[in-house]
T-cell receptor
Framework: DQQVKQNSPSLSVQEGRISILNCDYT??????FLWYKKYPAEGPTFLIS?????DKNEDGRFTVFLNKSAKHLSLHIVPSQPGDSAVYFC????????????FGPGTRLSVLP | EAQVTQNPRYLITVTGKKLTVTCSQN?????MSWYRQDPGLGLRQIYY???????DKGDVPEGYKVSRKEKRNFPLILESPSPNQTSLYFC????????????FGQGTRLTVV
């Protein structure tokens, strides 16, 4: 049973509009969440993270929102650019479990020019 | 330049022929891990190492071995590869601090026939 779920395998958005990628988790012990971006033929690269003591974290065009009661987080990209087209992975870990992240299956984002 | 280097990038082998995928990092990170990526399943952790001579199983360790004789290197060993180990493999390194991101290698695409 997957502890981190990304129920949309793919998403298409027009350039300049908002992209919203969703992630749900089942383990209430998860305390730290990250988003990674992956281009074809490359390894995942870190995008943004959020600790459970916060409900929002912003970094430029990227904002992550965390709703602990709903066990849900989302990544907002505003405005979306064609270079954002990639697979996005949500990852989570309990704070006392070091770097043993559990990854979701990923969402492929396509930003159309 | 800070990086995680995996070799080879692509490998086709036959069932039962032992192989090693190397991983090296130049960031003096304590923590290193191996993941495999399969369609619809995201990244699943195979093995991890918290420091030299300290390794432990991840979620899918069957059929794999690792070693951590030096801090910078963390090879993945398949003693007797089988077709179900055909996958995309990623090595990652990070500080042990859970509130930091992991750096990933570029991946090794392994095909076992």
């Amino acid at each position: 049973d997957q502890q981190v779920k990304q129920n949309s395998p793919s998403l298409s958005v027009q350039e300049g509009r908002i992209s919203i990628l969703n992630c749900d988790y089942t383990n209430s012990m998860f305390d730290y969440f990250l988003w990674y971006k992956k281009y074809p033929a490359e390894g995942p690269t870190f995008l943004i993270s959020i600790s459970s003591i916060k409900d929002k974290n912003e970094d430029g065009r990227f904002t992550v929102f965390l709703n602990k009661s709903a066990k849900h987080l989302s990544l907002h990209i505003v405005p979306s650019q064609p270079g954002d087209s990639a697979v996005y992975f949500c990852a989570a870990t309990p704070d006392n479990y070091g770097q043993n992240f559990v990854f979701g299956p990923g969402t492929r984002l396509s930003v159309l020019p | 330049e800070a990086q995680v280097t995996q070799n080879p990038r692509y490998l086709i082998t036959v069932t039962g022929k032992k192989l090693t995928v190397t991983c090296s990092q130049n960031m003096n990170h304590e923590y290193m891990s191996w993941y495999r990526q399969d369609p619809g399943l995201g990244l699943r952790q195979i093995y991890y190492s918290m420091n030299v001579e300290v390794t432990d199983k991840g979620d899918v360790p069957e059929g794999y071995k690792v070693s951590r004789k030096e801090k910078r290197n963390f090879p993945l060993i398949l003693e007797s590869p089988s077709p179900n180990q055909t996958s995309l493999y990623f090595c990652a390194s990070s500080l042990w601090d859970p509130n930091t991101e992991a750096f990933f290698g570029q991946g090794t695409r392994l095909t076992v026939v």
